[in-house]
């Protein structure tokens, strides 16, 4: 899948890359044996993102990571995951160079959004969703990283 944007500049902007796969879970501790026991993918640290009520752990796979989501909230958009669906993954996160431009080329097409504009997530990535509705029930996270956060940058472990 490839998402093709306009710059104001008018040059043609691209998704970079599958950033990572966004997976709801009870229990990040209790996810782990799966993840690194039984695939071998080792756990690059935590962190707890208060604005989302989640608390994350990132998992590297080559150029891309799988992203555990433990809610710490169950108001949060996690914990109504959770009570809704149960475990499992809950969205897809591609990378682009410059988040704003595409927002503005989605809206402009008419693409219904979550997030008008980027906010913070795990990392110090600069994020924003796209409505399931609009993207044929995929949740889909819009994913900018600076240079140090290309991997999701400094977490605690």
Excluded at 63 to 85: H, M, Q, V, Y
């Amino acid at each position: 899948m490839r998402f093709y944007c306009r710059k104001v500049q008018g040059e043609t902007m691209k998704v970079l890359k599958l950033d990572h796969v966004g997976i709801a879970v009870e229990k990040i501790d209790a996810s782990l044996p799966v993840w690194e026991g039984l695939m071998g993918i080792p756990l690059n640290g935590t962190e707890e993102v208060v604005e989302q009520k989640v608390r994350t752990a990132f998992l590297p796979i080559g150029d891309s990571e799988i992203e555990l989501l433990e809610s710490t909230d169950p108001e949060g958009p996690i914990g109504k995951f959770l009570a809704a669906r149960g475990q499992g993954v809950q969205h897809l996160a591609f990378r682009v160079d410059d988040i704003d431009a595409a927002l503005a080329e989605l809206k402009a097409k008419g693409v219904r959004l979550i997030d008008e504009t980027p906010r913070y997530g795990a990392g110090g990535a600069r994020i924003a969703f796209l409505h399931p509705k609009a993207t044929g029930g995929v949740l889909i996270e819009l994913c900018e990283r600076k240079p140090q956060t290309q991997t999701g940058g400094a977490r605690e472990r």
